[in-house]
């Protein structure tokens, strides 16, 4: 007797033999027991998850000789012709080539006889969505309103692209794609009955290669079966599959897991010599670390659909939640990148590198320094300080579009700041912000001309000193101009009895949204226990009711619980929270701009390199920042 293929010979003879489709098999259980039966049933779903197989255990439960029933015999003539596929009053027909108009006319013709063998005629039409408008405008008729002797079985893989017109004439049923453990599941019993040697990563591969079809699933395994010799190991299978077994998996997240770089990239080099598809590879990292994170929000959800439950545990115990994060996030982003990078491993090695090197915590090294008489390049050798020189901190601004990276000199006879320590306890000598190329101002090479009759050069311009910063007095003296501190605004008299000033204080309230906008374009009066804000007219016309609700809570919780408002029309003037923030940012906008302009490094590097200061760049630092 000829080897049958392990797909035709454990198809399911009987709905118990069915993996997986409750929902539809419990459906038609119903339907059977009770003779509440349609005249059409659609079976939609991706290939090899039972459409066909259904509408023959169907067509065998209509026409077994013991009577409609959900449990046919499978002993009487019936039952055996159509498990034989000889059975007369079953016609399947392939839509896909049978599609012309004249194919359908001729079903149409022959639907109206009464069935020569069984008790029902039934149609199993496959591939359904292949017909022709056409076919099916002549079909429609016939499908609606069938003889009594008639049953419609159809089958699709794309119902989307049936017109709704046939959709409403049937009973649909959607089957779903086969789980992995339905399909590791069933091929253990499989391989169990044919007395077939395996491991069990081996079936996860065969279960995730297949995509959802148990056809597949048991094709694969019939090639897996010959490629490994009647033995299924998981070695084999990942060789024969072109992908890497879970074990893999594992360990190049115990590589990340315990920042070992020379493993991982021994791990890269070792999963290579199999040419895999690194995509694949990522997308079972990221299945790995999405239920990873699952574990960790929700203990106990990490389910086995890769057969790896216990390692995900054990990994949401041993990952920080930052990490399983990062992870995930970087392995999507890598696979996006494969597409475009020139060599596929080369995206997938920088996509693991990425997870070593960006992971919390991890030790920030700096580039290998250069030797003592290498020069990096002509530009940067120009800049390299001077002997005695020491360097002097940049502005706290915002980036600018151009780069200060001088050096100061750093004579005893000018102060004006002290930067903080870095390594040493002692304070830093005074800095003079001059450029690096002025000579000390105290020293005269002796016999030269006098400082204010020599022609002005740039070897001898005068060399420009700041003011140095005074300490903090009862009345302190107006400080340099500094990105970070704007320049103070008087405010108002205070208009409560706690010093509480409107437009500087307005965000104190914390009145948020549409409310807190309109509001902090008025100005404030306090008349006894009632707030008055007066608001323009386009300002007021906005104001609600909901609105004003908001703004009495925050008052009430600011000034008591007696407080009440009142709006009015009219003139605001200057005094707004709106206009207050608007100085206070203009104000610091011009301090990072001048204090850009006036300083020394920028200065010079802007002579020396003939540059420009592009000032739309220059942005005031966050207040509080250093």
Known sequence: MSYQVL????????????????????????ALEHQR????????????????TIGRLLARCLNCETGITANPCGECGSCKEILEGRFVDLIEIDAASRTGVDDMRELTDNVQYSPSRGRYKVYLIDEVHMLTNQSFNAFLKTLEEPPEHVKFLLATTDPQKLPVTVLSRCLQFNLKRMTPEHIVGHLKHVLTEEQVPFEDPALWLLARAADGSMRDALSLTDQAIAFGNQNLAASDVSTMLGTIDQRDIERIVDTLVDRDGPGLLAEINRIADFAPDYSVILADLLSLFHRVTMEQVVPGSADNAMGDAAQAQALARKLSAEDAQLFYQTALMGRKDLAVTPDARMGFEMTLLRMLAFRPGADRREPPALSSGTRETAGRADLEPEPGLQPQAAPAVAEPAIESAHAQPEPESVSVAEPEPQSEPEPQPPVIDAPPWDPDPGDQPFGSEPEDERPATRENAPVPVNEPEQQPEPEPEPEPLVA???????????????????????????????????????????????VVLTLDEGH?????????????????????????????????????????????????????????RQDPLVQSIVERFEGRVVEESIRPAETGRR
Not at 40 to 45: E, H, I, N, R, S
């Open 7 to 30: 797909a035709r010979k454990w198809r399911p003879r009987t709905f118990e033999d069915m993996v997986g489709q409750e929902h539809v098999l419990q459906a038609l259980v119903h």
């Open 37 to 52: 039966l349609h005249h059409a049933y659609l079976f939609t779903g991706t290939r090899g998850v039972g459409k066909t």
């Open 484 to 530: 970070e501190a704007a320049p103070a605004v008087e405010p108002q008299e205070p208009v409560t009895a706690d010093g509480f000033v409107w437009e500087r204080d307005f965000r104190q309230l914390d009145i948020n949204g549409m409310p807190g906008n309109l509001a902090s374009y008025s100005s404030m009066a306090m008349v006894g226990d009632t």
């Open 540 to 596: 007021a016309r906005l104001l609600n009711e909901r609105h004003e609700e908001k703004i009495v809570a925050a008052l009430r919780s600011r000034f008591g619980d007696a407080t009440q408002l009142k709006i009015e029309q009219g003139e605001p003037g200057e005094h707004t929270p709106a206009a207050f923030e608007e100085r206070q940012r203009v104000a610091r906008q011009k301090s990072a701009e001048a204090s850009i």
